[in-house]
């Protein structure tokens, strides 16, 4: 399965370049001071998110821990709760299943408009000391909704070229399906929401899902790509923190923030 129309969001960026509207060309951007991590379940987002976190500290920033949405308001949890409550009658469903996921992917890209309109209007660019560990967000669900209800609008490429927010560093990671089955294996305990206990039963057909993820960003430099197979969390968590410091020292933010604005 690919996206709607067989764009990766590398050749969305190239396409909007041509029209004047470059990925990071255009004043609608935010760009935010930090690291997103995207990636599926059992790929160790969680994990390197809070490494991550202790790493900053110890160096002197001051971590902003985020999940799903980078600003804390009340719409943005509603829309969360709103969200995980829709996926009921998982059990003996297909995957993917459009008309499961459809309420769950509508109200998650209004969390993601919301939040992302929150993050144009708050501090998150602005503070050198505060940088922001965001698990999960706009990339994450745009691959659910292309992936679970193609050609339905939900976040749409022109938002997704014009106010996708930025960050620092972004991140996908990802593992083989033997270590997901490995991983899976090892949690125990009910599960957090239906959602997990969805993809849970459907661990086979997961692997698909991941390619198609990794296949929009295959190429595009803005991404890094991270098997996370046979390195631990711990490394996982100091490379990005390289990359991280480097792009900080090298001035890229500043190049984004110039380009944003022009």
Same mark, same amino acid.
């Given at each position: 399965m690919l996206d709607s129309d067989g764009a990766s969001l590398r050749e969305l960026a190239n396409s909007s370049k041509k029209e004047g509207h470059g990925v990071m060309s255009t004043r609608r951007h935010s760009i935010v001071h930090g690291v997103l991590l995207e990636g599926i379940n059992y790929s160790g987002k969680s994990t390197v998110a809070r490494l991550l976190g202790e790493k900053l500290a110890m160096r002197g920033h001051v971590p902003r821990q985020r999940?799903?949405?980078?600003?804390?308001s009340s719409i943005s949890q509603e829309l969360q709760r709103q969200a995980f409550e829709s996926v009921q009658n998982w059990e003996d469903r297909a995957f993917p299943d459009?008309?499961?996921?459809?309420?769950?992917?509508?109200?998650?890209? $209004?969390?993601?408009?919301? @939040?992302?309109? /929150?993050?144009?209007?708050?501090? !998150?660019g602005a503070d050198a000391e505060s940088v922001i560990v965001q698990d999960r967000h706009w990339f994450t669900q745009y691959c659910s909704n292309e992936f679970f209800n193609p050609g339905e609008g939900l976040l749409s490429k022109p938002w997704l070229r014009q106010h996708a927010p930025r960050f620092t560093v972004q991140?996908?990671?990802?593992?083989?399906?033997?270590?997901?089955?490995?991983?899976?294996?090892?949690?125990?305990?009910?599960?957090?929401?239906?959602?997990?206990?969805?993809?849970?039963?459907?661990?086979t057909e997961l692997a698909s899902y991941d390619a198609f993820c990794k296949s929009l960003i295959r190429n595009d430099?803005?991404?890094?790509?991270?098997?996370?197979?046979?390195?631990? $969390?711990?490394?996982?968590? @100091?490379?990005? /923190?390289?990359?991280?410091?480097? !792009?900080?020292?090298?001035?890229?933010?500043?190049?984004?923030?110039?380009?944003?604005r022009a």
């Open positions: 999940h799903c949405y980078a600003v804390e459009a008309d499961l996921m459809r309420a769950f992917n509508i109200r998650k890209s $209004a969390q993601i408009l919301v @939040d992302s309109g /929150l993050i144009a209007e708050s501090d !998150a991140v996908y990671l990802t593992c083989s399906q033997e270590e997901r089955l490995r991983r899976a294996s090892q949690r125990t305990g009910p599960e957090k929401h239906n959602l997990n206990s969805y993809q849970r039963a459907h661990l430099p803005a991404w890094q790509i991270i098997q996370t197979d046979s390195v631990c $969390a711990d490394v996982v968590a @100091d490379t990005i /923190l390289a990359v991280f410091n480097a !792009a900080t020292a090298s001035g890229t933010e500043d190049l984004q923030e110039a380009e944003s």
